[in-house]
């Protein structure tokens, strides 16, 4: 596990002169690896600088788009942390605070309360946000579950492939 953590901070301090990097700027970082095939013979490593990417990031799918995360992740595979694991049986209830009309997030939560914090934050920004909910989500559409109380920001996240979200599961609750 040392060997992991030091390929990463390698490679995010190398891409900014030696220093560490600020936390909006590593999905880029992570990306580039990525795609010049620095994680190509450890997915330990990768899974990693995903989870670091990921949680250090104020907002992960804005530094990156759904793709680029996407296939990460699919490399990957399912994330409990920074471990690679199998897919849960089954998901609980999600929760999303979502700014705007066109649902297309990858951050939910299991816990109400916090995706009540992020709505009341979204609108405190001046955002049209809404309180999502989904139950009974295939857990093939599960990425990764963020939970670590160090470095997931003390959060219950469940990062979604949005491809597998049926839309007319999704309801509104506020």
């Known amino acids: 596990m040392e060997e992991t953590v030091e390929l990463w901070e390698s490679i995010a301090r190398s891409a900014k002169g030696g220093i560490w990097p600020g936390r ?40 990156l788009d759904l793709f680029e995360w996407g296939a990460m ?27 705007g009309r066109e649902v297309s997030g990858m951050s939910w939560t299991d816990d109400l309360d916090q995706a009540r914090w992020f709505h009341n934050r979204n609108k405190e920004f001046g955002f049209d946000s809404r309180l999502l909910r989904i139950e009974g989500l295939n857990p093939r559409a599960l990425y990764a579950h963020f939970h670590d109380p160090v470095n ?21 609750i506020a």
């Open 152 to 172: 997931s920001r003390g959060e219950h996240e469940w990062v979604v492939d949005f491809e597998y979200v049926p839309d007319d599961e999704i309801v509104e």
């Open 73 to 99: 992740f699919e490399a990957v595979g399912y994330l409990e942390n920074t471990t690679r694991s199998p897919r849960p049986s089954s998901v609980p209830v999600l929760y999303r605070a979502q700014a």
């Open 24 to 63: 909006n700027e590593l999905p880029v970082i992570l990306m580039d690896a990525f795609n010049e095939g620095e994680f190509h013979d450890d997915l330990d490593q990768l899974a990693i600088a995903i989870e670091d990417a990921w949680t250090g990031c104020e907002w992960p799918a804005r530094a």
